[in-house]
Nanobody, 119 residues
Framework: QVQLVESGGGLVQPGGSLRLSCAASGIAFSIYTMAWYRQAPGKQRELVATVTRGGSTNYKDSVKGRFTISRDNAKNTVYLQMTSLNSEDTAVYYC?????????????WGQGTQVTVSS
């Protein structure tokens, strides 16, 4: 059974920092592209950051220079370090694991963790 379990969300003041974690089980973690998405109230889910199996990263423009995605294949965990947070970052953050193969694309999601940026 595949599980992606996010943690680390919470309430933080503007300008503050948080680190999200996503622990994966039931998949060959090291061969998956891992990503963080977020969904704010009334908005569509959007891609925030990705890290490939090779360690290449990509970011949404509005978080470049503030967020850092990383992975620890030994711990089957992906992280999102978030700094200089502002109210626009308030959302539910979701972990995603994706892999394309001959059988098609495998896509798994976590349950989400709430991040609220407010004074």
């Amino acid at each position: 059974q595949v599980q992606l379990v996010e943690s680390g969300g919470g309430l933080v003041q503007p300008g503050g920092s948080l680190r999200l974690s996503c622990a994966a089980s039931g998949i060959a973690f090291s061969i998956y592209t891992m990503a963080w998405y977020r969904q704010a109230p009334g908005k569509q889910r959007e891609l925030v950051a990705t890290v490939t199996r090779g360690g290449s990263t990509n970011y949404k423009d509005s978080v470049k220079g503030r967020f850092t995605i990383s992975r620890d294949n030994a711990k089957n965990t992906v992280y999102l370090q978030m700094t200089s947070l502002n109210s626009e970052d308030t959302a539910v953050y979701y972990c995603n694991a994706a892999r394309s193969g001959l059988a098609g694309t495998l896509n798994y999601w976590g349950q989400g963790t709430q991040v609220t940026v407010s004074s």
